[in-house]
């Protein structure tokens, strides 16, 4: 059963870089068949996709977030990784990561989120 | 940017028969956005229900369908249940590698 984990500080100081990672078990980041996503929530409020990383290495981002954002993946240790710069109170929310599959017989471009982590909060604030 | 339309809210009774919409600010959507929904209940991670527009994800009870209705996408719940009681999000395919999910949708069953 594939298993995504978020980790990382929960609290990062205003104007400084946020860094999360999310540890993937029971499955590979390297399969074709998959894209890797971080999706936040601020509290109380809707999600909104930050990202994506297809196995190639191909980033897809928010147009909104695409200047301060980076995802990367570490397939050596099963990982992807997801940085934030110069964040503000605004960016103050449950952080999740989640695997897109590519269904059966569509494009790769096209892909549903069907495995997420927990999520994890990450406060913004000095 | 564009953006996803869905109800803040609705309410169905138990047993009954509810349909949650997923619009755009402009244009209609259709099978090419790819429509997916997700259901969250408090604190918990979303769960995948729908994906491409009427395909239901592994074990999801079939009184959850999609479709495109008119200019939208839409999920309906058959039978509703006081556990389908959660907030309802769809997310839709953009072009360029991009998505965008809707605000969301809180269902009350009462």
Redesign the interface.
Known sequence: QLQLQESGPGLVKPSETLSLTCSVSGGSISSSSYYWGW?RQPPGN????IG?IYYSG?T?Y???LNSRVTISVDTSKNQVSLKLISVTAADTAVF?CARGSI?AG?SS??Y???Y????TLVTVSS | ?TVVTQEPSFSVSPGGTVTLTCGLSSGSVSTNY?P?W?Q?TPGQ????LI??TN?R??GVPDRFSGSILGDKAALTITGAQADDES?Y?C?L?MG?????????TKLTVL
């Open positions: 999706i809707g999600l909104e996709w994506s191909n897809y928010n147009p909104s999740y269904p569509y471009s096209v549903y989120f069907d997420w982590g927990l999520g | 940017q790819y997916s997700y969250q991670a979303p769960r995948t994906y491409t395909t994800s592994s907030d999000y997310v395919y360029s590698g991009n998505w965008v999910f809707g605000g969301g």
